[in-house]
């Protein structure tokens, strides 16, 4: 059983950074092949993707939104994929939520599309205010 749990989420000023976490169980991250995915929906607006890595090549994709200031990475040892969010703007403000997509595939060009996510976490609240 794939399970996901993410966590790092807060409150934090403008220009601030905080740590996403998304601990995994039921993926080996060294010998299984999947993609994990970032994902967050602001209130009245649609889920929408962030970030993703693929564990088959570590290639990683962003949102043109949070590209240079959100960094997606993993711990193998912990099975674990972290999302770095640095220079946050108050449109930030969201449910956070990992997910992962069990195939082969390469994200260099894209992510897969949020129907492809097989597993999905509970989601870790982000406000950026002052």
């Known amino acids: 059983q794939v399970q996901l749990v993410e966590s790092g989420g807060g409150l934090v000023q403008p220009g601030g950074s905080l740590r996403l976490s998304c601990v995994t169980s039921?993926?080996?991250?060294?010998?299984?092949?999947?993609?994990i995915g970032w994902f967050r929906q602001a209130p009245g607006k649609e889920r929408e993707g962030v970030s993703c890595v693929s564990s088959s090549d570590g290639s990683t994709n962003y949102a043109d939104s949070v590209k240079g200031r959100f960094t997606i990475s993993r711990d193998n040892a912990k099975n674990t994929v972290f999302l770095q969010m640095n220079s946050l703007k108050p449109e930030d403000t969201a449910v956070y939520y990992c997910a992962a997509d069990r195939r082969i595939t390469t994200v260099q060009t894209i992510c897969p599309v949020i129907d492809d996510y097989d597993y999905w976490g509970q989601g870790t609240h982000v406000t950026v205010s002052s």
């Open positions: 039921g993926l080996t991250f060294t010998s299984d092949y999947y993609v």
